[in-house]
């Protein structure tokens, strides 16, 4: 077998697979390897150190299948885990391997849409008590104004295969009604968990049509093109015979069915035990 050197995509369960999507449709002719960790997911309401733990054992696993660069496809895992794994553990374990999240693409970019400079963010309990996007969005947009809003019911609802039920609208206009009540110069709301743009259409019909919803596949994608354009030396390692693998912790039978509505396509996922 010839040696693969992929690129390494990581969620606790499906999410990620939304921002996988978008990156391999920008970037088709690269090698990828996708982890969900279903067995453990999910993580939005595990401590910090759980979700690092977690996280980086399976970045190890990533590694050890020949991954140089793996991406924190899950807002959870690049809110309390990137930072320790970026700069304590890499140094210990490979100074040539670069894990990425998906917070700081979306943070460059965020202000962009909004005119008022008043941004939601909607996401997991533990990406919204991090505070990660208020730092990071101060950091790109200084003075910018930043309404968080924790929608702990939105992942269950998908996971669950019910949002497209009546409960699915009731939570979700809970939450925007919540998030909207925080400011009314809301005009553009960043969905932070990358569950959630399976509720887009829901999102989207009880919201004013001046405030723009932004998803984040196509932002990471995009920036991930651009990071490999600047860093020839992780780019001229990444094999590209445009082959995908999929592996879950959990049941791959039940991943595969459930993972489609994410990806758009049908998956066949191997089953890892970590």
């Not at 990156?23 to 939005?44: E, F, M």
């Not at 005119?115 to 990406?127: E, N, W």
């Not at 994410?262 to 970590?274: R, V």
Request: negative net charge.
């Amino acid at each position: 077998m010839s040696h693969s050197s992929p690129i390494g995509i990581f969620d606790s369960g499906y999410g990620g697979l939304t921002v996988f999507k978008s990156i391999r449709k920008l970037l088709p002719q690269y090698d990828y390897i996708y982890l969900g960790d279903n067995a453990r997911a999910p993580y939005g309401h595990r401590s910090f150190a759980t979700v690092h733990e977690y996280t980086l054992e399976c970045v190890e696993w990533f590694f050890e299948m020949g991954c140089p660069l793996v991406i924190l496809a899950c807002n959870t895992a690049s809110a309390k885990a990137l930072r320790t794994i970026q700069r304590q553990d890499l140094p210990l374990i490979d100074r040539s391997r670069r894990v990425l999240g998906v917070i700081r693409p979306s943070a460059e970019v965020i202000g962009n849409y909004t005119k008022t400079g008043h941004v939601g963010i909607l996401g997991t309990q533990g990406t919204i008590a991090s505070g990660s996007y208020l730092i990071e969005i101060e950091r790109f947009f200084p003075g910018y104004k930043v309404h968080q809003l924790a929608c702990p019911m939105w992942v269950p609802l998908i996971e669950n295969n019910a949002y497209n039920g009546p409960g699915a609208d009731y939570f979700v206009k809970k939450y925007l009604d919540e998030l909207l009540a925080m400011s009314p110069s809301i005009d553009t709301i960043l969905l932070a968990c990358t569950h959630y743009p399976l509720l887009m259409d829901k999102i989207k019909s009880y919201l004013p049509s001046h405030i723009r919803v932004i998803a984040q596949g196509d932002i990471v994608a995009t920036s991930l093109a651009s990071y490999l354009d600047r860093h020839p030396e992780i780019q001229l390692n990444l094999t590209q015979q445009s082959i995908t693998r999929f592996f879950t912790t959990d049941d791959p039978a039940d991943f595969n069915e459930n993972a489609s509505i994410f990806f758009g396509e049908p998956i066949q996922a191997y089953q890892l035990s970590l």
